[in-house]
């Protein structure tokens, strides 16, 4: 039989298996309500660079928005480090909670991630620990086994380039 098709949606290479600290790429970022009946977002992660470029990861980040106040801290302390892995300073990320956004404007982001799986109730998940871009260069150097050397001046940031500004600019938020 021979055919065509219009259009290849981008393949996944499949699932993550194998621990460590990854650049990703925020494949889908979508609204969902657990089986507790909160909202959160659920995000794919897709591996942005290296052998394992493609490899997805799933997880989600809970809404700060249950009666219970202290598990709202605990989600919103979630979300800031989630929005600091993008590149966003603390204030940034702090003053784009405060306002509010929409969470489809997170899809094609990258984010820094450290991967490995958890045990609980008998089976595997995903965990997922976000980096700050500083500490994805740390780790990710160290994990190549790569020097790590201090810069000789306050030239600019190698990871600014890749993440489309530095952050200087507290009052500039991308999203």
Avoid at 25 to 53: E, F, H, P, W
Avoid at 145 to 158: I, L
Wanted: charged share 30%; net charge negative.
């Amino acid at each position: 039989m021979k055919f065509k098709v219009s259009e290849v949606p981008e393949v996944s290479a499949g699932r993550c298996q194998a621990p460590g600290k990854y650049a990703v790429k925020i494949a889908s970022a979508q609204d969902a309500v657990s089986s507790n009946g909160n909202d959160m977002t659920k995000l794919v992660l897709s591996v942005a660079k290296g052998g394992r470029k493609g490899e997805v990861m799933y997880t989600q980040v809970m809404i700060p928005n249950t009666p219970d106040e202290d598990l709202n801290k605990i989600h919103a302390r979630t979300w800031a480090r989630f929005l600091m892995s993008t590149g966003l300073t603390s204030k940034q990320a702090t003053s784009l909670l405060m306002k509010g956004f929409d969470t489809d404007k997170l899809n094609g982001k990258t984010c820094f991630v450290e991967f490995s799986h958890q045990e609980r109730d008998g089976r595997m998940w995903d965990r997922i620990k976000w980096l700050t871009p500083a500490q994805a260069e740390v780790h990710m150097a160290v994990a190549v086994e790569a020097p790590v050397e201090e810069p000789e001046d306050d030239g600019p940031n190698p990871m600014d380039e890749f993440l489309g500004g530095d952050d200087d600019d507290d009052d500039i938020i991308p999203f």
